[in-house]
C-alpha cells in the first residue's frame, strides 16, 4: 500500500469536485482497499463518499430504484426487493460473506475488478493493469477465467453476481458528472476488453454511478439465479445463471437469460432466450436451447469445460425458474 | 478423568483473544522487519538497488545479498529452506526472500520493501512435474521387496496436486538481545527445533536463546522448520540493537514456507482368483522444491497396509525450482492412501467382491514388510464398528444406483492407519501452596489439545481437579519434552507428565515427614499416603497447598523422564476406517460429501472431546486435499498463481457434513503405561480414497487426480 490522501465529501457536487486525474472513489471499500493493500491500484487521493445521499430503495414508475451506496446485505433483505425481484436478493446472497455484503455497495459491486490472479499479482503482466504490457493467463492457469467475449489482450472474466441479475433483468445505471446525469443500460455500459481492456466500463473519469433502476416484470418472480463453484460458499462463480421464466400452460412464452463466471462482462443470452420462447417448458426444449450459448466460445487450456458446464447450468437454472422436473 | 470429554484448559483464552500469539507480542522499542522477495524464479540476482528504500521514512537498515547479515549454515535437518538467506545470491524459486529491510513501522518497512529493485541473470524455471516419465531426477530409491504375478492384475496411476498448509495464523517472529542473550517468540511445533537452528546459524550457545512459541495458529507440519523470517529478525536484531518484529504475508507464506509436493503413484496389484493380494508394487514420484531438500516417500504407505507376500515400493524425486517441499498432515500417507485405497476400491469392483470384505480377505495380522506381529491392532473391529453404523450392508453393488433429486449418491469406504511409538520426553510439575500444580515442557500445543492432555494427566495421577493445573507448553527453558509432530505429542509426553506427577507426589511426602513445621514430622514415609490432592498419615489429613503453606515452602517439584520406546519385535500403529456418502449433481457435477463416520483404534483416548476434534479436523482438512485443494503453478515464471486464501480453496462450513467419530478406546499394551497411540495425522489417511470411491459409487466415474472437481464429472 502506497500513501495516499483522504478526503470525505460531504455532497455529490463535493465528491466531483475533488475528483482528479489519480483519485479515486472509497465506498465500502472492499474491492478498492484490498486491490490498494496488493499495490494494484495506488491512487494518491482516497475521497470518501459514503456520507453522498445516494441511498434508498423504492419503487416508482415501473421501476425498482436502488441508491448505489445502498449495501448489498441491505438490499438483499429489502422487503421491496424480495418481493418485486427475488432474483436480485439471491444473487446477492450467494455473493461474498455476510462480512463483505454488509460493507459493499452496490454501485462499488457494480464497478468490482476482476479476480485474475495475474491482475491482483504486480509482478505478473496484465493488459488491464498495465496496458501493453501483455496477458499472462491465455497461456497460463486460467480454469477461472471467460470463454465468452475475450480477446488476446484479455480474458479476465467479471466477478459481479447481482450484475448478472440486473443485466438479465435489462437495468440501467444512472450515472453523474460535472455535466449532470447519464442513463445507461447496465449491458451497454460494460465494455468487451478488445484492445483496451484497462477499459472496463462507460464511466467517465470523475463520474459517479448514482442509482441503478431495475424496471418491474411481473412475471420475473419466477426465477432463479444459479451458482455453480467448487465450494459451496465464498467463492467466485465458475458459472453463474440469472432465469426468469413467464410459462403459459406450460409454454414459454417469455424468458430472460444472463450468465456469469463465462464472459468478460455479465453475459445476456439472447440467442438461447429466443430459442425457447415458444417452447414446451422440459429439460430437452432447455438443453437444445441452451447449445446456443456457447457460440463464439474461445475456451482456454484450463477451461474449457465451462462450454460443458454452461450449457448445463443453464439447463439447471430453467428447470428452477420454471418449477418443472 | 482419562478419557472423559474435557474441555480445552486455553479454549477462553483464545476465543476472548487473550492467547498471546508470536505476532500479538509486545515488545518495546520494536522495529518491524520486511522480505524483499524474487521475482524471478531460476537465476541469480547481478545487483540491487536499495538506496529509494534507504531514505524512505523510518528505514533502519536494508540487507541483501550484497550487504547480508552473517548467518552459518543449517545442519540440522528440519524439512525446510537448506540455505540460509541472503548468503548467496542464486535464486532457486520464484518468492526467495533476497533482502529484510527493517523500519520504525511495519507500513514503512513494507513501503520500502516496494522501493527495493533486484536486476537478474534469468533462467527458465523448471517446474513442471513430469511424473514417472522424468529424464532428470534425484535419485531411485529402491525401498524393498519383490514383484510376483498373480491370477488377476490390476495397474493404475494416481496424482495430486500441490497443496499448501493455509494455518490461520501466519509465521511471525519478535526477536530481542539483552546483551548476547537472546529472547526469541516465534511460531514452533517445537521450541527446541528453534533453539537449535537459531545456535547454529547465528553460531551462539543455544544456553543463551531463549524460545518461547506458547500458542500456535495451526501448524500441520508447516511450522517445523524455521523459515527466512525466523534467522532474520534474530540476526537483525542483533545488529540494529533494536528488537524486531516480522510476520510473512500470506503470499510469502505460500511460496517460501513449505507446501505439499505433488505426487504420483503407478499401483501393480496381482492376486488370486478369490481375491487374495500376491504382489502390490508402488513405483512413487515426488516433486522436491529447490528451496529445500525434503521429498515425500508417498508409496511407503503401501509398505504395512495390505498382507502381500510380495510388496514393492519406489521413489523418484523431482527437484523444481519451488520453495521447499515439507511435511504437511500425514506427508506421504496422505497422498499414499490416495493411491492404495482407490485401488482397493477398483480391484474389488473388478473381483465384485465389497470393499470391506476385500480389505479383511487382505487383513495384516502382521506387519506386511517386516513378518513382526503388531503391539495392538483392531482395525477389523473399525470396520465392523464403521459398517455397522453407517449401514453399510445396504450399499448398492452397482454404481449409480441410487438417486435423490437431481443428485447422484454414492458411499465409500477406506483404511486409515499412522505410525505409532514413544520417544524420550522430561515433564516438570511443581506443586504450589495454593493449591494448584503446574507442569512443563518444551512441548507443543498447535490447537492440538496438548495443553489439557498435561492438564488432564496431572489432574488425574494427583487427584485434584483440572481446573487445578496449570500447563506451561512452548519454552525451551522447560524439560525436553517432544516436539508436535508425526502425532506424537500424546505418546511420548504423556507418560513422562505420569512420571513427574508421580515424582512429585514422592518429593511431597519426603517434605511431609523431614520438614520440622510438617504436622507428618518425622513419619515413616511409608506410613503417608498421597490421595485426591492431600497428604494422610495416622488419621490426620491435609491437602499439599495446607501442607506447603504450613512449611512456609514455596513448593516442591519433580522432573520425570519416559525413555524412548526400543522395541525390534513389534510393529505401531494406530487404524482406522472412513465411511462416507458424497452426492454429486447430475447435470452440474458438484461433489459434496454429506455424512461421515470414522472409527479409530488409537490406544487410550486422554481426552475425548479433544480427539473427536482431531479426527474431525483432520476429516475436513482430507475433504478440501480430496475436493477443492491445488496450488497452480504459472510455469512461465515458476510463481504459485493462486497464492491467496480467495484463489486456494479450503472448506468453508457448509461444505462439512456432520462427522460421526468413535473411538475404540483399547490401551495399547505395549507402547506405554498409558496406552496411547497418535491421533493428529491419522484422520486425515485414507479421507481421499474414500471420498473417491464414494464419487464412483455415485457417477460410475472414477477420478485418479486429485482434487476431485466437477470439471472431472461432467
Known sequence: MRAFDYAAAATVDDALKLARPGSAFLAGGTTLVDLMKLDVLTPDRVIDVNSLPLKGIRLHAGALRIGALERMSDVAAHPVVTAVHPMISRALLLSASWQLRNMASIGGNLLQRTRCDYFRDVTSACNKRRPGSGCPALTGVNRGHAILGTSDSCVATHASDVAVAFVALEAQVVVRGKDGDRTIPLDDFYRLPGSTPERENALAPGELVAEVVVPTLPWARHSTYLKIRDRQSYEFALTSVAAAVDLKRGVVQDVRLAAGGVGTKPWRLRAVEEALKGGVAMERTFADAAESAVDGARPLAHNAFKTSLLKRSIVRALLDAAGVR | ?714
Not at chain 2, 543455544?206 to 529478525?233: E, M, R, T
Not at chain 2, 481375491?275 to 512413487?284: A, E, F, M, Q, R
Not at chain 2, 505409532?420 to 498447535?446: E, I, N
Request: charged content about 20%; some cysteine.
Open chain 2, 1 to 714: 478423568m482419562i478419557g472423559q470429554p474435557v474441555d480445552r484448559v486455553d479454549g477462553r483464552i483464545k476465543v476472548t483473544g487473550a492467547a498471546p500469539y508470536a505476532a500479538d507480542t509486545k515488545v518495546p522499542g520494536v522495529a518491524y522487519g520486511y522480505l524483499v522477495t524474487s521475482t524471478i524464479g531460476k537465476g541469480s540476482v547481478t545487483a540491487m538497488d536499495t538506496a529509494a528504500a534507504l531514505a524512505s521514512p523510518g528505514v533502519l537498515a536494508v540487507y541483501t545479498p550484497f550487504n547480508p547479515l552473517k548467518l552459518f549454515a543449517y545442519v540440522q535437518e528440519q524439512n525446510d529452506e537448506r540455505f540460509p538467506p541472503l548468503q548467496d545470491n542464486e535464486v532457486r524459486f520464484f518468492g526467495q526472500a533476497i533482502g529484510f529491510v527493517v523500519a520504525e513501522t511495519w507500513e514503512q518497512a513494507r513501503d520500502a520493501a516496494g522501493l527495493v529493485t533486484a536486476t537478474y541473470q534469468q533462467q527458465p524455471p523448471a517446474t513442471e512435474f513430469p511424473g514417472r516419465t522424468a529424464r532428470r531426477f534425484d535419485e531411485v530409491e529402491e525401498v524393498v521387496g519383490t514383484q510376483a504375478l498373480g491370477d488377476i492384475t490390476f495397474t493404475a496411476t494416481y496424482t495430486t496436486p500441490f497443496q499448501h498448509h493455509c494455518a490461520m495464523e501466519p509465521h511471525a517472529t519478535v526477536a530481542t538481545w539483552n546483551g548476547d542473550h537472546l529472547t526469541v517468540y516465534t511460531v514452533s511445533q517445537g521450541a527446541l527445533l528453534v533453539q537449535r537452528r537459531l545456535s547454529e546459524t547465528l553460531g551462539i550457545d543455544a544456553a543463551k536463546i531463549h524460545v518461547l512459541s506458547p500458542h500456535v495458529g495451526g501448524g500441520f507440519g508447516g511450522k517445523w522448520g524455521n523459515w527466512a523470517q525466523v534467522p532474520l529478525a534474530c540476526a537483525a536484531s542483533k545488529a540494529l540493537g533494536r528488537p524486531i518484529k516480522a510476520v510473512l504475508t500470506r503470499e510469502q507464506v505460500f511460496a517460501m514456507a513449505g507446501h505439499r509436493p505433488t505426487t504420483e503413484q503407478t499401483l501393480t496389484m496381482t492376486c488370486t482368483a478369490d481375491g487374495k493380494l500376491t504382489s502390490i508394487v508402488n513405483d512413487g514420484v515426488t516433486s522436491r522444491g529447490l528451496g529445500g531438500n525434503w521429498s515425500e516417500s508417498v508409496a511407503n504407505w503401501t509398505l504395512t497396509t495390505y498382507a502381500s507376500p510380495n510388496i514393492r515400493v519406489t521413489k523418484k524425486i523431482v527437484p523444481l525450482n519451488l520453495g521447499a517441499a515439507t511435511v504437511m498432515r500425514a506427508p506421504g500417507e496422505a497422498n499414499g492412501s490416495f493411491a492404495l485405497e482407490s485401488a482397493m476400491d477398483e480391484l474389488a469392483e473388478q473381483l465384485g467382491v465389497d470393499p470391506v470384505e476385500l480389505r479383511l480377505r487382505n487383513y495384516a495380522t502382521l506387519v506386511p514388510n517386516t513378518g513382526k506381529p503388531w503391539s495392538s491392532k483392531h482395525l477389523d473391529e473399525c470396520y465392523r464398528i464403521g459398517a455397522e453404523e453407517f449401514g453399510w450392508a445396504e450399499r448398492p453393488k452397482g454404481v449409480r444406483a441410487t438417486v435423490d433429486g437431481d443428485w447422484l449418491v454414492g458411499t465409500g469406504m477406506a483404511t486409515a492407519t499412522y505410525g505409532a511409538g514413544r520417544g524420550q520426553a522430561s515433564v516438570k510439575v511443581r506443586l504450589h501452596p495454593d493449591g494448584t500444580a503446574s507442569v512443563s515442557g518444551t512441548a507443543a500445543d498447535l490447537g492440538t489439545g496438548q495443553y489439557t492432555v498435561f492438564a488432564i494427566l496431572v489432574a488425574d495421577e494427583l487427584g485434584i481437579p483440572v481446573s487445578s493445573v496449570r500447563p506451561e507448553l512452548g519454552d525451551s527453558t522447560s524439560p525436553a519434552a517432544a516436539n508436535a509432530g508425526g502425532s506424537t505429542s500424546t505418546g511420548t509426553n504423556g507418560p513422562a507428565v505420569q512420571v513427574a506427577a508421580k515424582a512429585v507426589q514422592t518429593e511431597l511426602i519426603t517434605l511431609a515427614v523431614s520438614n520440622p513445621r510438617s504436622p507428618f514430622h518425622g513419619k515413616d514415609p511409608a506410613t503417608v499416603v498421597d490421595r485426591d490432592g492431600s497428604i494422610s498419615s495416622g488419621g490426620v489429613t491435609m491437602s499439599f497447598g495446607t501442607l506447603l503453606t504450613t512449611c512456609d515452602v514455596g513448593g516442591v517439584e519433580a522432573v520425570g523422564t519416559s525413555p524412548r520406546l526400543v522395541d525390534p519385535e513389534h510393529g505401531y500403529r494406530s487404524f482406522g476406517a472412513h465411511f462416507c456418502e458424497v452426492r454429486v449433481h447430475r447435470l452440474t457435477g458438484e461433489p459434496r460429501v454429506t455424512r461421515w463416520r470414522s472409527v479409530c483404534d488409537a490406544g487410550t483416548i486422554v481426552n475425548a472431546k479433544a480427539a473427536r476434534s482431531q479426527i474431525q479436523g483432520a476429516v475436513v482438512m482430507g475433504i478440501g486435499q480430496t475436493l477443492l485443494e491445488a496450488t497452480e503453478v504459472d510455469h512461465a515464471t515458476g510463481r504459485f498463481a493462486n497464492a491467496n486464501l480467495a484463489s486456494y480453496l479450503v472448506p468453508v462450513h457448509s461444505d462439512i457434513p456432520k462427522i460421526d467419530v468413535r473411538f475404540l478406546n483399547h490401551p495399547d499394551p505395549l507402547v506405554s503405561g498409558l496406552g496411547a497411540k497418535g491421533i493428529g495425522e491419522l484422520g486425515i489417511v485414507g479421507v481421499a480414497g474414500a471420498i473417491a470411491n464414494a464419487v464412483h459409487h455415485a457417477t460410475g466415474v472414477r477420478v485418479r487426480d486429485l482434487p476431485i472437481t466437477l470439471d472431472k464429472l461432467l
